[in-house]
């Protein structure tokens, strides 16, 4: 059985990867490389040799303690390795200048490490001023950066950091690695600090970002779920940084290559498959959309003849901003304008599980699905477990 | 953008761009306080000094002249100390912050703390013996007995920079001193600013002692006061030194203020 899992959720793995990405990264290549701290008998990292392909995100996960980070700072030389090389593209980077090779490395923290006495801005043209752009080519870039990560320019740029959350800053930190198009990302836990909610939308627009960008992506996080998410590949490491698996996330739920990584992995990874899947590969239901300060009575009659329970609000822009029952909608004359905080909102790329895990916070049973233009969707339990029996006859099938 | 981005709002409102702190208001009126307290003290005294039938002995220490030389004394040495101490102890600071040297940290703070328990009186008396009387020693005696709070706070300010944000400088491609000057200084500044002002007002106090090893200043109102029983010069003495650090004192808070970096 998990042979055909691994074909089935393979295919529509290598869709997710093939579509037309456009490739701006360079591959990164480890050549034995090596930390050994004094007075320790035991190298942090042993040995390494490690091939990761250009334009491709590849997750390191791993207990800690086990290398994995030490191993991320030798790539910008944050951490100098004791022996071995390292090749951006075709250059051995071991013998540059580390300043000048970290300009080229864009480099995210947890919480996004951002500056607190600078403005986002300042923030983001920080590595620009290094390399000496002209004042307005920067603002230029700040204002495109901000936009990429979903913040308005006009709104954001002079804003510090204590003014905004921590799933806006983590926006910024990502912003500000990009800041000089670098052809390398490292990330080192960056959305360990923020909330699981918050951490879902951040990593929904990490996928969006890398499918615009192609940039290569390394990425350390113990949380496996996020590995499969977000991975192209995982590279699975036990204690100086072993290298005990490095395949598609697929393959690592599916055929763990050693009983670690099976227990690193740990139970449900049928369930975790569940990750694998967007709701863009999903058929959606459509719901009567209506937006605020339309005729309310006027919207209860049409949603009455399709037979709708519930009517998705959506703002002057075509975002959902409420998802009321019929009931709720008669007593008000106009359609309101109210913002549910809690209305639960899924993007196209997000995983099942994502969606699943909204839904049943949810008291509609449901979530709304966004795309590029406004709602794309809306998506129900039902729609969840039919994806499953779709699977499982798959699988049996 | 897609429409999920809008839903995790700022926490602020925008009533808060443009970095004025939250509590910036309430400092503000802190700040209005204490000068308006000096000039009242300021004025009671010009006014005392202008009714009060003085002797010659008083009228010739008490004359506006002499209490404008007093006072310039007086200031002279605070200002030459002060800029002495701020060359040694920031500077040394944030030497002591910095990779190999962080080792003698323990050593010199234990020398700074030496030149700051040893009574001050002791201090003066003990470097004028050794290079003489006047001005010079007395700065070399304020400087010894005020480098500590300037230099603890440099190091305190430095070292409560968080490392993360250290790392995410030299990450991102900033040299040592690039992140020194741009992160780990502006954001130490205001600890940093604390520790002057302290050494500031700790300076305007101790240098009325400066008048034991003939240095000048206000101490010499006190001294004279004290030996005639002169009560009249005594106070005068203490009140314009205690007005003179309250005025410093808030001079400092101003800057100290001022300087804030923005966003904190």
């Known amino acids: 059985m998990s042979e055909t899992t691994a074909e089935r959720t393979g295919a529509t793995a290598s869709e997710r990867r093939s579509t037309d990405r456009e490739v701006s990264g360079v591959s990164i290549r480890l050549e034995g490389v090596t930390k050994r701290y004094p007075g320790q008998s035991t190298a942090a990292v042993d040995a390494v040799d490690l091939e990761i392909p250009a334009g491709e995100m590849v997750m390191f996960v791993g207990p800690s303690g086990c290398g994995k980070t030490t191993l991320l700072k030798m790539l910008n030389r944050l951490v100098e390795p004791t022996d071995g090389k390292i090749f951006l593209g075709d250059d051995d980077v071991t013998g540059q200048d580390p300043d000048q090779l970290r300009r080229r490395i864009g480099y995210v923290i947890q919480a996004g490490g951002l500056f607190p006495h600078m403005t986002v801005a300042t923030n983001i043209g920080l590595v620009p001023g290094m390399l000496k752009w002209d004042k307005a080519r920067i603002s230029a870039r700040v204002d495109e950066l901000l936009d990429l990560v979903g913040l308005d320019p006009e709104v954001y740029r002079g804003r510090y950091p204590r003014e905004l959350s921590g799933g806006q800053q983590q926006r910024v930190g990502v912003a500000r690695a990009l800041a000089a198009d670098p052809p390398v990302l490292l990330m080192d836990e960056p959305f360990g600090a923020v909330d699981p909610v918050t951490r879902q939308r951040l990593q929904d627009e990490l996928i969006r970002i890398q499918g615009e960008l192609g940039k290569t992506i390394v990425f350390v996080t113990h949380d496996i779920d996020e590995a499969v998410k977000l991975g192209d590949r995982i590279v699975v490491f036990d204690v100086g940084a072993r290298v005990v698996q490095y395949d598609t996330p697929e393959a690592v739920l599916a055929e763990p290559a050693e009983d670690y990584v099976a227990d690193f992995v740990g139970a449900g990874a049928t369930l975790k498959q569940l990750t694998l899947t967007r709701v863009g590969d999903v058929t959606l239901q459509s719901p009567l959309v209506a937006r605020a300060g339309e005729d309310a009575a006027d919207v209860v009659r049409r949603a009455t003849a399709a037979g709708e329970q519930y009517v998705v609000v959506t703002d002057r822009r075509g975002r959902p901003i409420s998802w009321p029952t019929l009931a709720e909608l008669s007593r008000a004359s106009t359609v309101p304008d109210t913002v549910d905080d809690k209305l639960p909102v899924v993007g196209l790329r997000s995983t099942l599980n994502d969606a699943l895990d909204a839904m049943l916070a949810a008291s509609q049973g449901g979530v709304v699905v966004t795309g590029r233009d406004g709602v794309a969707g809306v998506m129900v339990v039902e729609t969840v477990m039919a994806a499953i029996q779709q699977t499982r006859g798959q699988v049996e099938g | ?264």
């Open chain 2, 1 to 264: 953008m897609t429409a999920t981005l809008d839903t995790d709002g700022p926490r602020t409102t925008t009533g808060a761009v443009g970095g004025g702190s939250p509590a910036g208001r309430p400092a503000w009126r802190g700040l209005l306080v204490q000068p308006v307290l000096v000039l009242v003290g300021v004025a009671a005294f010009a006014l005392w000094r202008s009714t009060a039938d003085l002797s010659d002995t008083e009228q010739r220490q008490l004359g506006w002249s002499a209490l404008r030389r007093s006072i310039v004394d007086h200031l002279q040495l605070t200002l030459a100390a002060a800029v002495i101490v701020l060359l040694i102890g920031i500077p040394l600071g944030i030497l002591l912050t910095r990779g190999p040297f962080r080792r003698a940290a323990p050593v010199v703070l234990a020398v700074a703390n030496t030149g700051q328990a040893a009574p001050a009186i002791g201090l003066f008396v003990l470097l004028a013996t050794w290079l003489g009387f006047g001005f010079r020693s007395a700065v070399v005696a304020l400087v010894a007995y005020t480098v500590l709070p300037v230099l603890r706070n440099t190091m305190v300010g430095l070292q409560g920079v968080e490392p993360r944000l250290v790392e995410a400088g030299r990450g991102m491609g900033m040299s040592g001193v690039t992140v020194l000057l741009r992160v780990e200084l502006p954001l130490a500044v205001p600890v940093i600013l604390a520790g002057v002002r302290t050494a500031l007002v700790l300076l305007v106090g101790t240098a009325t002692l400066a008048t034991f090893v003939s240095g000048g200043g206000l101490g010499l109102l006190i001294t004279t006061g004290i030996n005639l029983s002169l009560n009249s010069l005594l106070i005068s003495g203490a009140v314009l030194v205690a007005l003179l650090a309250l005025a410093i004192d808030w001079a400092g808070r101003v800057v100290e203020h001022v300087a804030r970096p923005k966003g904190l």
